[in-house]
């Protein structure tokens, strides 16, 4: 890894900085969310720990499902998750770690931007 560590800190940083999410991948994902959240419907675990959480804490944060509902999470659409990553994620405050048998001083030099 001491030779590809600068290839992957680029693509990392790509993911974090122009993430796209392609209508059909967020489809794919929302269907797969979807299914566990009706599966969660059917376990008693889940719905006895749904509702002590809303007894005791009422309609405060802490009290509403952590992971949503079946309503509305099926309202989500891709442009929702595309502002909220931009609203979010900024990659001026993001902050990579770099471990291992490295130069620190080649870690910290900045790489020229590729033109495109």
């Known amino acids: 890894m001491a030779t590809g560590w600068r290839t992957l800190l680029d693509l990392a940083a790509e993911v974090v ?6 209508e059909e991948r967020v489809r794919r994902q929302k269907a797969r969310y979807l299914e566990r959240l009706r599966v969660d419907e059917a376990e ?8 002590f959480r809303r007894l005791t ?3 405060q944060g802490v009290g509403r499902p952590r992971r949503g509902t ?12 595309a502002r909220r ?6 990659g001026s405050r993001a902050i990579i770690g770099v471990c291992g048998d490295l ?5 910290r030099a900045p ?3 590729a033109r495109g």
């Open 85 to 90: 990553y931009a609203e979010t994620w900024v």
């Open 44 to 51: 008693p675990r889940v719905q006895v720990g749904r509702l």
């Open 111 to 113: 790489r020229p931007r």
């Open 103 to 107: 130069d620190p001083v080649e870690v």
């Open 57 to 59: 804490y009422g309609d």
């Open 17 to 22: 900085t122009s993430a796209t999410y392609p």
């Open 70 to 81: 079946f309503e509305t999470a099926s309202r989500i659409t891709r442009d929702d998750v």
